[in-house]
């Protein structure tokens, strides 16, 4: 079992930036491959970025790359989104979950039926 706990979230004007997080406990954070999901109102959860078990491994949607980081602590059980640049259409629930399956390290899970457990969320708006 896997406990998630998102934080971050908040209220920011268009251009702006947010650094959200991901705390992780109930088993090694280290073995699971971790990822950020988000759901617009009225829409799919869609993919936002992922990272590999060693963190060595990341993937980003084309919507947010060249603006949204993934990052990870395995010393301290956290994963971190930095948002910069952000856009109206970033507005949206944001979502950490964990993928425990036993995969290669270097492997980035991308679709939402890889993982296994999932935080609350955490509400980001945007403001044009």
């Known amino acids: 079992q896997v406990q998630l706990v998102e934080s971050g979230g908040g209220l920011v004007q268009a251009g702006g930036s947010l650094r959200l997080s991901c705390a992780a406990s109930?088993?090694?954070?280290?073995?699971?491959?971790m990822g950020w999901f988000r759901r617009a109102p009225g829409k799919e959860r869609e993919f936002v970025a992922a990272i590999s078990k060693s963190g060595g491994s990341t993937n980003h949607a084309d919507s947010v790359k060249g603006r949204f980081t993934i990052s990870r602590d395995n010393a301290k059980n956290t994963v971190d989104l930095q948002m910069n640049s952000l856009k109206p259409e970033d507005t949206a629930v944001y979502y950490c979950a964990a993928d425990v399956a036993y995969r290669p390290s270097y492997y980035v899970p991308i679709s939402r039926g890889e993982y296994d457990f999932w935080g609350q969320g955490t509400q980001v708006t945007v403001s044009s």
């Open positions: 109930g088993r090694t954070f280290s073995s699971a491959a």
